[in-house]
């Protein structure tokens, strides 16, 4: 089993930086793709970012491209989302997830473990 914990959520006006952190644990050889998800109440698990173990490629959903940056430390088993140029609609709860899979997904159902996950709120 693999353990995900997110912090560094918040509130931050429109405009602003946040950035999050996962803290991966137990059978982490198995965090071969990370990525992060957000969720509204009412909607789906929304893909934001992904990275891969292996060579750190990434993918991005269009929505964040060019404010978003993913990335992650092996060596301390800690995946990062540094959020720039926050929009109001950012607001969400924001996930951490793995999969064991090396090749990257963009769909939830894709992802074998989950992170409890931590709010970001962005007002106008």
């Known amino acids: 089993q693999v353990q995900l914990v997110e912090s560094g959520g918040g509130l931050v006006q429109a405009g602003g930086s946040l950035r999050l952190s996962c803290a991966a644990s137990g059978r982490t050889f198995s965090t071969n793709v990370m990525g992060w998800f957000r969720q509204v109440p009412g909607k789906e698990r929304q893909f934001v970012a992904a990275?891969?173990?292996?060579?750190?490629?990434?993918v991005y959903a269009d929505s964040v491209k060019g404010r978003f940056t993913i990335s992650r430390d092996n060596g301390k088993n800690t995946l990062y989302l540094q959020m720039n140029s926050l929009k109001p609609e950012d607001t969400a709860v924001y996930h951490c997830?793995?999969?064991?899979?090396?090749?990257?997904?963009?769909?939830?159902?894709?992802?074998?473990?989950w992170g409890q996950g931590t709010q970001v709120t962005v007002s106008a």
């Open positions: 997830a793995a999969r064991w899979r090396t090749s990257i997904a963009t769909t939830a159902t894709s992802y074998d473990y």
């Open positions: 990275i891969s173990r292996s060579d750190g490629s990434t």
